[in-house]
């Protein structure tokens, strides 16, 4: 006789981590596909690849209509250490926040602070290349610790807080750290976890939840390139 596990007609979500997973390996592949690219293509202009000309966010670029730097910056790391802090602190935050959210939520609020971070750098150093995850983690702490403070939990007195002020501490104090990215990814994180964390009791529609986070993704992006109208 055989004996089948009864189906009980509801599909669960196994793995918790699904957009934060998916986000970490697109920025370790693109990584590793623009090290065999600089590899397979050597020289540099001023110590920039071609591929991170390519990739990377700077206003004169925008200008010329190529939009899509925007989200594309946000996977371009310059090196090693770049990127692998970034993953790190993100696959942390990950762990935490995006089971509370829900995979969908979680990719909103990411994609918002990405814009959000691109927006920052383009208003403090429109010149410079810039690139990294930096603005999109940034905001999802910022996101995270509202939720916190929303709850009447004091964000100082946990890990969290501490990690938010030394990676401040860091960004004010390391030169060539993009400080509009990562306070522009800062505050659009900090806007949307008003919205995805909100208290039971403020019952807010359920809708506010997935539009805020478009809107303020979209309010971004219309800063960013403004200045390109």
């Not at 693109?30 to 591929?51: E, R």
């Not at 942390?92 to 509370?100: A, G, I, K, N």
Request: with cysteine; aromatic share 10%; net charge positive.
């Amino acid at each position: 006789m055989q004996q089948r596990v009864r189906y009980s007609g509801r599909r669960r979500n196994l793995n918790p981590y699904t957009a934060s997973n998916a986000i970490i390996a697109v920025n370790l592949g693109l990584f590793v596909w623009g090290f065999v690219l600089d590899a397979m293509h050597p020289g540099t202009l001023n110590g920039i690849s071609q591929y991170q000309i390519d990739m990377g966010l700077a206003r004169e670029f925008l200008n010329a209509g190529e939009w899509y730097r925007l989200v594309s910056s946000g996977f371009l790391h310059f090196g090693l250490l770049h990127v692998g802090m970034n993953m790190f602190l993100l696959y942390q935050l990950s762990r935490m926040l995006e089971p509370t959210l829900g995979s969908v939520k979680f990719t909103l609020v990411y994609f918002a602070s990405l814009l959000g971070g691109a927006a920052g750098a383009l208003i403090l150093s429109p010149n410079a290349l810039t690139g990294g995850a930096s603005g999109a983690v940034f905001g999802i702490m910022a996101a995270a610790i509202v939720g916190m403070r929303q709850r009447g939990v004091n964000p100082l007195q946990t890990g969290l807080g501490l990690t938010f002020l030394i990676n401040i501490g860091l960004t004010l104090a390391i030169p060539n750290i993009s400080v509009g990215g990562h306070f522009g990814g800062a505050l659009a994180g900090a806007a949307c976890g008003v919205f995805v964390l909100a208290p039971a009791q403020w019952r807010l529609p359920r809708w506010t939840e997935f539009v805020m986070p478009i809107a303020i993704g979209v309010v971004a992006a219309a800063i960013a390139v403004t200045p390109s109208l």
